[in-house]
């Protein structure tokens, strides 16, 4: 079956790095945009960034750009999120997402329709 497993988080502090994974099984994930969320206590999860099903082409929320880099390397089936310099207000559980059917970049929440259990980042200050 469709399955999405992230890696990678932890604590950090304030303007350290992290590099998420998500490893993808069950379905060929060249054929799939794909994306990463996340959800911050009491807050509504938020894209973050999204890359096309070659990884030519990706787009990122206004507030990561620059910092954040989204990759795939479809042949070990993984799709990464470089993170640098965190913020504190970045803490959140992390989501890689897969889209319906699209190959293409997409911001939107409801077009990811297999998501993986998250993975906690705490920022430090």
């Known amino acids: 079956q469709v399955q999405l497993v992230e890696s990678g988080g932890g604590l950090v502090q304030a303007g350290g790095s992290l590099r998420l994974s998500c490893a993808a099984s069950?379905?060929?994930?060249?054929?799939?945009?794909m994306g990463w969320f996340r959800q911050a206590p009491g807050k509504e999860r938020e894209f973050v960034a999204s890359?096309?099903?070659?990884?030519?082409?990706?787009y990122y929320a206004d507030s990561v750009k620059g910092r954040f880099t989204i990759s795939r390397d479809n042949a070990k089936n993984t799709v990464y999120l470089q993170m640098n310099s965190l913020k504190p207000e970045e803490t959140a559980v992390y989501y890689c997402?897969?889209?319906?059917?699209?190959?293409?970049?997409?911001?939107?929440?409801?077009?990811?329709?297999?998501w993986g259990q998250g993975t906690q980042v705490t920022v430090s200050s």
């Open positions: 069950g379905f060929t994930l060249g054929s799939y945009a």
């Open positions: 890359i096309n099903w070659s990884g030519g082409n990706t």
């Open positions: 997402a897969r889209t319906r059917g699209t190959k293409e970049i997409t911001p939107r929440e409801y077009e990811y329709v297999q």
